[in-house]
Structure formats: structure tokens, C-alpha cells
């Protein structure tokens, strides 16, 4: 595996995690998601976002429903029962995970 397939990886890894976070906390639509990863430095292209949503709802961990917003049709994200379980596993890994990384020598 080269540098740039490893580094994708850890990215799809934290962009799943995020978008869970956040479909826990209300739902989300495809743009806002763009926009908002875009403010923690994650240029997210629809080729990379959608097929990463779809995965999740077919995982089981998002549903969508459809809403219309300025007379265009949206899906909207929440996540599941299993979704937020999954988000919880997430969390404690990176928390996990980052006290060994950032601990100080
Ligand atoms: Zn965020």
C-alpha cells in the first residue's frame, strides 16, 4: 500500500466517524456536510461523500428522509440506534487512540 492509499484510508475512516457525529445530533443533508468537513480541512468531493453515505445507510447506521428546501428535494441523514452505537465504539477508540498518540514523552 503507497502513502497516498494510507492516508485515504485514515481519511474515510475519520470523515465516517464525523458524519456519524453528527447525523447524532441532528439531521444533515450531503451539502452541509460538505461544508462543514470543509472547516476541519477535509476537501470532500459528492464522488467521495455519497458513495460513503450510501454505505452507511446500507451498514444500517443512517436513514434518510427527503425534505424540500428552496423547491429542491434534499436527503436528510440521521443516524440509527446501531449508527450512534457505532459513533460511541468510534469514540472510545479515538479517544483511545489519541492518548497514545499526543501523549506527551
Ligand atoms: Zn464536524
Not at 485514515?10 to 465516517?16: D, E, H, V, Y
Amino acid at each position: 500500500m503507497s502513502g497516498m492509499e494510507l492516508t485515504r484510508e485514515f481519511f474515510l475512516g475519520f470523515i465516517k466517524l464525523h458524519i456519524l457525529h453528527h447525523a447524532a445530533q441532528e439531521p444533515i443533508c450531503g451539502v452541509d456536510l460538505v461544508e462543514e468537513l470543509g472547516t476541519h480541512g477535509y476537501e470532500l468531493s459528492p464522488g467521495t461523500l455519497y458513495p460513503t453515505l450510501h454505505a452507511l445507510e446500507r451498514a444500517g447506521y443512517l436513514e434518510h428522509h427527503e425534505r424540500t428546501v428552496h423547491g429542491r428535494r434534499r436527503k436528510y441523514y440521521v443516524a440509527t440506534e446501531a449508527g450512534v452505537e457505532a459513533l460511541e465504539r468510534g469514540k472510545a477508540q479515538a479517544r483511545e487512540l489519541t492518548r497514545e498518540l499526543l501523549e506527551e514523552p
